[in-house]
Nanobody, 113 residues
Framework: VQIVESGGGLVQPGGSLRLSCAAS????????MRWYRQAPGKERELVAQISPGGAGTNYGDSVKGRFTISRDNAKNTVYLQMNSLKPEDTAVYYC???????WGKGTLVTVSS
């Protein structure tokens, strides 16, 4: 199993970023996928989840209305579109397949002016 997150960077408050997560080594289209984040000194937090077919999504209260999770099963990739970013969104973002204990290295998002 391999999980590779990308797309992080430095962005100003109010800006946008799109994260990508490329997965391999398991039947991607059969799994719920999740985005988590971990800010310095804080516990890892569930940000969003998407069903195997992509029709069902759930979000943490802190990102509802600003973030959108999506997936492309043909590319074994899950995305996180992040809009109206706030300094408190600063964290390392990870994606994970539910039920599989494999984590990528994450991608750092820094929201600062």
């Amino acid at each position: 199993v391999q999980i590779v997150e990308s797309g992080g960077g430095l962005v100003q408050p109010g800006g946008s970023l799109r994260l990508s997560c490329a997965a391999s080594g398991f039947p991607f289209r059969n799994y719920f996928m999740r985005w988590y984040r971990q800010a310095p000194g804080k516990e890892r937090e569930l940000v969003a989840q998407i069903s195997p077919g992509g029709a069902g999504t759930n979000y943490g209260d802190s990102v509802k209305g600003r973030f959108t999770i999506s997936r492309d099963n043909a590319k074994n990739t899950v995305y996180l579109q992040m809009n109206s970013l706030k300094p408190e969104d600063t964290a390392v973002y990870y994606c994970k397949a539910t039920g599989l204990d494999y984590w990528g290295k994450g991608t750092l998002v820094t929201v600062s002016s």
